[in-house]
T-cell receptor
Framework: DAGVIQSPRHEVTEMGQEVTLRCKPISGHNSLFWYRQTMMRGLELLIYFNNNVPIDDSGMPEDRFSAKMPNASFSTLKIQPSEPRDSAVYFC?????????????FGPGTRLTVT | DQQVKQNSPSLSVQEGRISILNCDYTNSMFDYFLWYKKYPAEGPTFLISISSIKDKNEDGRFTVFLNKSAKHLSLHIVPSQPGDSAVYFCAASAYGGSEKLVFGKGTKLTVNP
């Protein structure tokens, strides 16, 4: 298995620009999660999907953040406009089921730097 | 408000000794707990879990202990190996693990040869 694939691995952008992060989950997994890791807040869940439907987006910090999952093999997390405080590592994870008792498989992450 | 707290940002131990990583939680509805391990430039990987119906779960060198009355869990690694050097995240879920995971900030473990 290829595992969860994220692109790009690194993104450097200027404040105000639009940023799009991409994720391809493991085939056969029906739940997908977007996390953000920062020194201050650790690893926090932004949003998760089950069968391509957003279930809980309460972790999305602001309206500047949006996520989509148009099909079972692709998801995007978009930040528009980006701000320096958005700098973090963003992880995508997938699992067979949304329940925590099912192992979540994480991608390698996208390190975002907003200057 | 951190519902899952890992109060030690870092821990350093000698190879062969025991590593003990601690985690506290505040939400009494949490009843399913996990530990994830993360190497630099990689995503976290699942290590071990425990349900609140148990107070101990063991998998090889790794054992997780749960003290529900104290809302505390710990991960023991015996014996510690240099390859165990990583960031360890504690995570919790409610309702038998059916709810989303809430992670702590992580503890960086360094095992010195």
């Amino acid at each position: 298995d290829a595992g969860v694939i994220q692109s790009p691995r690194h993104e450097v952008t200027e404040m105000g620009q639009e940023v799009t992060l991409r994720c391809k989950p493991i085939s056969g997994h029906n739940s997908l999660f977007w996390y953000r890791q920062t020194m201050m807040r650790g690893l926090e869940l932004l949003i998760y999907f089950n069968n391509n439907v957003p279930i809980d987006d309460s972790g999305m910090p602001e309206d500047r953040f949006s996520a989509k999952m148009p099909n079972a093999s692709f998801s995007t997390l978009k930040i528009q406009p980006s701000e320096p405080r958005d700098s973090a590592v963003y992880f995508c994870a997938s699992s067979r089921d949304r329940a925590a008792s099912y192992e979540q498989y994480f991608g390698p992450g996208t390190r975002l730097t907003v200057t | 408000d951190q519902q899952v707290k890992q109060n030690s940002p870092s821990l350093s131990v000698q190879e062969g000794r025991i590593s003990i990583l601690n985690c506290d939680y505040t939400n009494s509805m949490f009843d399913y707990f996990l530990w994830y391990k993360k190497y630099p430039a990689e995503g976290p990987t699942f290590l071990i879990s425990i349900s609140s119906i148990k107070d101990k779960n063991e998998d090889g060198r790794f054992t997780v202990f749960l003290n529900k009355s104290a809302k505390h869990l710990s991960l023991h690694i015996v014996p510690s190996q240099p390859g165990d050097s990583a960031v360890y995240f504690c995570a919790a879920s409610a309702y038998g693990g059916s709810e989303k995971l809430v992670f702590g900030k992580g503890t960086k473990l360094t095992v010195n040869p």
